[in-house]
C-alpha cells in the first residue's frame, strides 16, 4: 500500500509541475463563446490574439459556459488549436486540477490504510483472520 501511495504521490507531483512548465510557454488572450456543441459544458470558442489570425476551437469545461461569453484562453503560439484551453481566474476550467487533488486525496487514503491496517488486525484479529478447514 505504502508503494501505491508513493505512486499516486509522484504522479501528482508530475501532472502539477508539467502544467507548470507548459504554462511558461504560454500566451493569453481574450475569446469568445461563439457556440454551444452539446449543453454549456462543449462550447466553440472563438480567439482574437493580438497579431495573430483568429482561431476557433472547441472547448469541454466543468463549468458551464454561456453563448456569447467572455473568456481567458492559454495557447500555445506553435500549436493554438491543439493547446488552447479556457482558464478562469488563473486555474484552468478543463484543466488537470481535478486529476491532481484525486491522487493526492487517494494517496493519503492509502497512507491511513497502511498505517491503521496493522492495528485493525491487531484489535479485531477473529475478523481478519483465515480459518483453514480441515
Request: overall charge neutral.
Amino acid at each position: 500500500m505504502l508503494y501505491l501511495a508513493a505512486v499516486c504521490f509522484v504522479s501528482a507531483f508530475k501532472i502539477a509541475t508539467s502544467l507548470l512548465t507548459v504554462d511558461r510557454a504560454t500566451i493569453l488572450a481574450p475569446g469568445v463563446v461563439t457556440a454551444l456543441a452539446d449543453g454549456p459544458h462543449h462550447a466553440i470558442v472563438t480567439v482574437a490574439p493580438r497579431g495573430g489570425s483568429p482561431f476557433t476551437f472547441p472547448a469541454n469545461t466543468q463549468a458551464g459556459l454561456g453563448e456569447g461569453q467572455q473568456v481567458t484562453v492559454r495557447y500555445r503560439p506553435d500549436e493554438p488549436v491543439a493547446t488552447a484551453h479556457v482558464i478562469d481566474a488563473g486555474a484552468t476550467v478543463n484543466g488537470n486540477a481535478t486529476i491532481v487533488w484525486s491522487l493526492v486525496v487517494l494517496g493519503v487514503l492509502l497512507l491511513a490504510a497502511a498505517g491503521i491496517g496493522p492495528y485493525l488486525v491487531q484489535w479485531y484479529p477473529d475478523m481478519f483472520a483465515f480459518r483453514i478447514r480441515p
